[in-house]
């Protein structure tokens, strides 16, 4: 009897331990963002998706589509400042598949050409969520500069 209670006991502890956060996260990361754009005195737009961005140079006419192959400059950090990655330091811009990046990329960079240069305030949910990445922590708030090199 003894060990059952204890058994019990164990899968409840660890059934509590394990309950997942179903906190909306989409108003929070709102707030997050339009308190950084006011501090920061910058106006965006933003989507129904609820990117927020800022396009500095629309570059060229053409814009990648979800399944081009794209080269990017970029920085990457949090509204405390905090750079979390970046490819300037690297030397050169990175290559990857629009398709196989965070949704506010995929949403983002359609938005402009080669040669543009794009901010993008990304909500966790067009992020990493709520798991986080490297020096992401989960349901975190991101901005990205961007400069779009090329694209095929």
Known sequence: MLRTLFALTFLLIIAVSCETDTTDYGPIDKKIIEDYLADNNLTAQSTASGLYYIIEKPGGVNHPNINSLVTAHYKGYLTDGT?????????????????????????GLQLIGVKGKIQLFIPSALGYGSTGKGGVPPNTVMIFEVELVEFY
């Open 83 to 107: 750079v979390f990655d970046e490819s300037y330091s690297k030397g050169s811009p990175s290559t990857f598949a629009l398709n196989a990046v965070i949704k506010g990329w995929q949403e």
